[in-house]
């Protein structure tokens, strides 16, 4: 007899799950017995996982939802409660950058930025928080950033909305702790992405140089700490934010 998945049969929600980070969270937490509701921008980025995730042997939903407009979250989590049954675990990795000089920063790259990365993970996590109140149970993930711990020159709306998570992360935690739900924060540092893909050679060069254990990470190094804050060996640990950066700012 083959032992049980850690997370058997448990639902994940899992934003921005086409690519990169939250493509990686889908594959690990599906490794270990997840289903997973996927969410993206387009029906067809969302579903472009589905083969990949399903060799899992668990069952995979792509969702179309912009994580920026508070009433699309809201009817995608009542149809992902209605197709599931269930919602266990919810991972707010959805973000995206609009990186310029606070000079040259417009409203709408500051608006567009704090809206889709900070103000989406509260309209998700809103959306669960009934449901996994009354299974007295859940975990809540959130995908922060360095930048959110020590900010970066270029990202003020980047740093501001991902310092906000952190924020978010210890209130919430604080806040459903009594209804048996964790919420914890992952503080990544560079990782191999398209998002960095954007950055140049040079950067790049500069910023290997910096980091002590001289690599990139790779989406795989975040899905696994994600997997491990989703599972039931992290019932004792909630409202922390947790660096995940190959020793960059020790
Ligand atoms: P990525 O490769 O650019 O992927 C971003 C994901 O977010 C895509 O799946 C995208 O989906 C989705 N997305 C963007 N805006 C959305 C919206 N309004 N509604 C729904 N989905 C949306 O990014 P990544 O590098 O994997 O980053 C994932 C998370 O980790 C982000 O929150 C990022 O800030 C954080 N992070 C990344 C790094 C890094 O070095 N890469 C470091 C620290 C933190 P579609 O485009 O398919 O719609």
Same mark, same amino acid.
């Given at each position: 007899?083959?032992?049980?998945?850690?997370?058997?049969?448990?639902?994940?929600?899992?934003?921005?799950?086409?690519?990169?980070?939250?493509?990686?969270?889908?594959?690990? &937490?599906?490794?270990? @017995?997840?289903?997973?509701?996927?969410?993206?921008?387009?029906?067809?980025?969302?579903?472009?996982? *589905?083969?990949? /995730?399903?060799?899992f042997?668990? %069952?995979?939903?792509?969702?179309? /939802?912009?994580v920026s407009?508070?009433?699309?979250?809201?009817?995608?989590?009542?149809?992902?409660?209605q197709?599931?049954?269930?919602? =266990?675990? +919810?991972?707010? #990795?959805?973000?995206?950058?609009?990186?310029?000089?606070?000079m040259?920063?417009? =409203?709408?790259d500051?608006?567009?930025?704090?809206? %889709? #990365? +900070?103000?989406?993970?509260?309209?998700?996590?809103?959306?669960?928080?009934?449901?996994?109140? *009354?299974?007295?149970?859940?975990?809540? /993930? $959130?995908?922060?950033?360095?930048?959110?711990?020590?900010? $970066?020159?270029?990202? /003020? $709306?980047?740093?501001?909305?991902?310092?906000?998570?952190?924020?978010?992360?210890?209130?919430?935690? *604080?806040?459903?702790?009594g209804? $048996?739900?964790?919420?914890?924060?992952?503080?990544?540092?560079?990782?191999?992405?398209?998002?960095t893909?954007?950055?140049?050679?040079?950067?790049?060069?500069?910023l +290997?140089?910096?980091?002590? &254990?001289?690599?990139?990470?790779?989406?795989? =190094?975040?899905?696994?700490?994600?997997?491990?804050?989703? @599972?039931p060996?992290?019932?004792? +640990?909630?409202?922390?934010?947790?660096?995940?950066?190959? @020793?960059?700012?020790?």
């Open positions: 007899m083959t032992p049980e998945k850690p997370l058997h049969d448990q639902v994940a929600i899992v934003t921005g799950a086409s690519r990169g980070i939250g493509k990686a969270i889908s594959l690990q &937490l599906a490794a270990h @017995g997840c289903h997973i509701a996927g969410v993206s921008r387009s029906e067809s980025s969302a579903a472009s996982i *589905k083969e990949e /995730v399903e060799a042997g668990v %069952t995979y939903r792509p969702y179309a /939802v912009d407009s508070g009433e699309s979250v809201q009817e995608a989590a009542k149809q992902i409660l197709d599931f049954e269930k919602i =266990d675990i +919810l991972v707010n #990795n959805a973000g995206i950058t609009k990186d310029t000089l606070l040259r920063m417009s =409203d709408e500051w608006q567009a930025v704090l809206q %889709t #990365n +900070l103000s989406g993970a509260f309209y998700w996590t809103k959306a669960v928080t009934r449901p996994m109140s *009354k299974a007295r149970s859940g975990r809540i /993930v $959130n995908i922060s950033s360095v930048i959110g711990q020590h900010g $970066n020159a270029g990202q /003020v $709306n980047y740093a501001a909305a991902k310092a906000g998570m952190i924020g978010m992360t210890k209130s919430v935690a *604080k806040e459903l702790a209804r $048996n739900i964790t919420c914890n924060c992952v503080c990544p540092g560079f990782i191999e992405t398209d998002m893909d954007e950055l140049s050679e040079e950067l790049k060069a500069t +290997l140089e910096q980091i002590p &254990l001289k690599r990139m990470g790779s989406g795989a =190094d975040i899905a696994h700490l994600v997997t491990y804050l989703a @599972g060996h992290s019932s004792y +640990l909630t409202g922390q934010e947790i660096t995940i950066d190959g @020793g960059l700012f020790i």
